[in-house]
C-alpha cells in the first residue's frame, strides 16, 4: 500500500468525491440511522439558538438533527450534489428550517459575530486546514456561541494511524488526515476555544459496503479486502478487525465529539 504524505494534497477534492457519491451517502445507514454516528442534537441541546451553520453536511442529516433547536439552520457543502440531496430529504419528510448553501469550510459566507452554533460531523478529515477552518469558525461565532464537532480520529501511535490513513486514502482519495485526540484539543485551543465536553465512541463499519460507497468496485476493491485481511497486528486490535462467514470484514474507527465555547 502506498502511503501518501501528510502534507500531499489529495487527488481528488472533497467536492468532486462526494458529488459524484452523493446518492449513496443519501441512503447510507451508517450516516443515516440514530446511534450509528454521534447525535450532535444531543450534545448542543439545552439552550435555543438563533442562526446555526452546520459545515460538510453532505445529505444534512446533522442540520436536520439541530433544526428544532434553532431558529435557522444554513447547511453548507462544497458538493453541489450533496445539497441536491438534502433538498430533496427536506420536501420528502416537510422539514423546514434548513436551507443549503454552496459554500467552503474555511470560507463562511457570513459576517463577523452572526452565527450561534456551528457543527460538523464526520467531515473534518477531508478538510485541507482545519485549523484556518477552526479559525473561521471562532470568526463567525458570537461570544456565547457553540461549536460542536465529531469526527474519526486517529490513534496516538503513529505507525498505527500512519496505516489507517493509507487504508483512508485508498478507499476515498479525497481524505486528509484523522487528527488524533490530542491535536483536536490543542488545535481548538490555538484558536481560540475552551473545551467544555468531550466524549469517545466508535462506529462501527462493513467491509465491502463502506468500499462500495466511496464508489470503489473491481481490482480496487479487492486490493482494499486484502489490505484489511493482512493488516498488522497493532491495527487488527485498535480497529478490531474481524472477517465473517459471508466474506465481509467488520471493524471500526474511534469517534471523538467535542463541544466548545470561545475562550
Known amino acids: 500500500m502506498a502511503v501518501r504524505p501528510d502534507d500531499t494534497p489529495p487527488p481528488r477534492s472533497a467536492g468532486e468525491q462526494f458529488g459524484r457519491m452523493a446518492s449513496r451517502y443519501r441512503t ?3 450516516h443515516a440511522v440514530a446511534g450509528r454516528l454521534v447525535d450532535i442534537g444531543a450534545l448542543v441541546a439545552g439552550r435555543r439558538y438563533g442562526t446555526a451553520v452546520d459545515v460538510g ?24 450534489p450533496m445539497l441536491a440531496q438534502l433538498l430533496e430529504l427536506r420536501d420528502e419528510n416537510s422539514l423546514r428550517g434548513v436551507e443549503p448553501v454552496l459554500a467552503a469550510a474555511g470560507a463562511l459566507p457570513f459576517a463577523d459575530g452572526s452565527v450561534d452554533l456551528v457543527t460538523c460531523r464526520t467531515a473534518a478529515h477531508h478538510f485541507a486546514d482545519v485549523p484556518g477552518w477552526l479559525a473561521e469558525s471562532h470568526r463567525v461565532l458570537a461570544p456565547d456561541g457553540v461549536l460542536a464537532i465529531a469526527d474519526t480520529i486517529a490513534p496516538a501511535d503513529p505507525q498505527t494511524a500512519a496505516w ?5 486514502r485508498e478507499r476515498d482519495p479525497s481524505h486528509v488526515r484523522n487528527l488524533p485526540a490530542a491535536e483536536w484539543r490543542a488545535a ?3 484558536a481560540g476555544f475552551r473545551i467544555v465536553n468531550e466524549a469517545f465512541s466508535e462506529v462501527s463499519l462493513q467491509f465491502p459496503d463502506w468500499a462500495e460507497r466511496a464508489g470503489m468496485e473491481g481490482d480496487a476493491m479487492e486490493a482494499l479486502r486484502g489490505e484489511l ?13 474481524e472477517p465473517q462467514r459471508d466474506g465481509s470484514i467488520d471493524f471500526h474507527w474511534d469517534v471523538l465529539a467535542l463541544v466548545a465555547t470561545k475562550a
Open 188 to 190: 481548538l485551543g490555538s
Open 164 to 168: 489507517m490513513h493509507g487504508i483512508e
Open 229 to 241: 485481511l493482512g493488516a498488522p497486528g497493532d491495527a487488527k486490535g485498535a480497529f478490531g478487525i
Open 28 to 30: 447510507s445507514r451508517t
Open 57 to 80: 453536511t453532505g445529505p444534512g442529516f446533522t442540520a436536520f438533527a439541530v433544526a428544532h433547536l434553532c431558529d435557522r439552520v444554513v447547511a453548507t457543502d462544497v458538493a453541489g
